[in-house]
Nanobody, 121 residues
């Protein structure tokens, strides 16, 4: 199983970024997918998750309207569109896969290596 994130970088407040996760080594449509993030000194938190057929399951309440999760089952990819980025969105963002629905505090089977997003003026 391999999850490879890309798309992170340094941006100014108010900017947009699109993160992508390329999945391989498993049957993508059998797995629920999600994005987590971990800021320095903080615990890893669930940002958003999506069901197997691309219906969003969960968004962190603070992110409603700014972030959009989506998956492409034909290409085995998971995306996170992030708009109007704020300083507090700075973190390492991780792609995750699980055979069960991904919700806060539930275990996840597979993790990517992470991609760093830094929002700074």
């Amino acid at each position: 199983v391999e999850l490879v994130e890309s798309g992170g970088g340094l941006v100014q407040p108010g900017a947009s970024l699109r993160l992508s996760c390329a999945a391989s080594g498993f049957t993508f449509t059998d797995y629920y997918m999600g994005w987590f993030r971990q800021a320095p000194g903080k615990e890893r938190e669930l940002v958003a998750s999506v069901q197997r057929m691309n219906s969003p399951t969960y968004y962190a309440q603070s992110l409603w309207g700014r972030f959009t999760i989506s998956r492409n089952n034909a290409e085995n990819t998971l995306d996170l569109q992030m708009n109007d980025l704020k300083l507090e969105d700075s973190a390492v963002y991780y792609c995750a896969a699980s055979p069960s629905i991904i919700l806060p505090s539930r275990p996840v089977d597979y993790w990517g290596q992470g991609t760093r997003v830094t929002v700074s003026s």
